[in-house]
């Protein structure tokens, strides 16, 4: 597949799209890029660093060189300072504050000039998930898919994925935190969630994992082969 092969893989909170996306990417030999683990990264430098949480103090925070993409095995880690902190960008304390941090412009440009940069390196192609990596980041690519789910089962398997309680009062409460942060995405001024005109939606509720990792690598076979 050609340098600029992307695919674009977009959805909400629990969705299942970094698994899919680097699922789809092995199937395919591609390289796998996680945008949200940038805009993790930005908001772990600033936990760690006592940076407060404000766009101008982020933005040159992001300028500073400290966070980078690095390709690893066919998957493009962040790192802090060269150390790989693709573990730590999970902890609650940054899921805490990254909606913030991804609602800032500035902060969002320097992301989506890491995205692009990242993704000319590769040079067989890349599957990039995220929220806006089809409407604004990669509006060319040649495949894009907007995964959804039920609030209700992307709480559950958020639950299964974190090792958490399955016991419902726990899974509706997860639910209900699931569905604020996508309120408070799709709502956001600078690119809201929402599947690009020309994505194909996938609604992932009642179909297994392998399934649709077979279904998007089909695609893209059909659309690189076009
Ligand atoms: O997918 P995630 O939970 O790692 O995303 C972390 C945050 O970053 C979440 O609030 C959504 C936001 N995000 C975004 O605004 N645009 C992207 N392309 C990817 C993530």
Redesign the pocket.
Known sequence: MPADFVIAI?GP?GSG??STARAVARALSLAHL????L??AVTLAALRRGVPIEEGRLHALSQSGAIRLVLKNDEFVPTLGGVDVSTDVRSEAV?AD??A??AMPLV?DW?NGELRRAARQHNRGVVV?????GTV?FPDARLKVFLTAEVSERARRRAIQDGGSLESADIHALGEVIAA?DD??STRAV?P?RPAPDAVVIDTTAISFAAQVEQIAGLARRVHVD
Request: proline fraction near 0%.
């Open positions: 977009d909170a799209k970094s996680d945008s949200g683990a805009y993790r899921t990254v909606s941090v991804a969002r992301v998930d995220g929220r806006d990596i980041v942060r408070a995405d690119a969630l």
